[in-house]
């Protein structure tokens, strides 16, 4: 009776609101925010995120991964992030790991591996090295200055690219 008391809630919790119910580890959730500021910021409306599961795990590190996307398992999309990596990463390397994931699991990205000579200012200087065009490069690593200096073309390409 209890359980039927509770499903009864969460129910009519969940129906009232007509949101799908998504669960994201509080954690992550300051990222979701960002993501969905730099959706708006980017391409003057947001995209709603629906039915995901995003969770910190151990189970990554025998894929050498920070983050997978695993669409469609039950009736969710689930985003795994290795929680030793989570634990010393920085910020935006976290973002750029949640935002890689969910280019696959919400926007339907596949990886975008080119690479461009790009300018980075540098306390010593001015320095071209080759980096990716894309946060959807497939290991996902995006130098700090790097992404603080080309974050505009960086999510241009990040939400209107191939899908
Ligand atoms: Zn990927």
Redesign the pocket.
């Known amino acids: 009776m209890k359980t039927l008391y509770l499903s009864l809630a969460l129910c009519l919790a969940g129906c009232a609101e007509k949101i799908p119910l998504n669960q994201i580890d509080s954690n992550i959730k300051p990222y979701i925010d960002m993501w969905h500021q730099d959706a708006i910021n980017t391409l003057g409306h947001d995209i709603p995120i629906e039915f995901i599961q995003i969770m910190l795990t151990s189970d990554l590190q025998a894929l050498g991964e920070d983050g997978h996307c695993y669409p469609d398992i039950g009736n969710y999309n689930v985003i795994h992030l290795d929680v030793a990596w989570w634990q010393t990463a920085g910020d935006s390397q976290r973002q750029l790991v949640v935002y ?1 994931e969910l280019g ?1 699991c919400v926007l339907g990205r596949v ?1 975008n591996n080119n690479l461009i000579m790009a300018e980075i200012h540098t306390p010593n200087g001015i320095i071209f090295e080759p980096e990716p065009v894309s946060i ?1 490069y ?1 290991e ?1 690593i995006i130098p700090d200055d790097y992404w603080e200096q080309h974050k505009t073309q960086l999510l241009i390409e990040y939400f209107s690219g191939e899908r």
């Open positions: 890689h696959h990886h959807m497939y996902a």
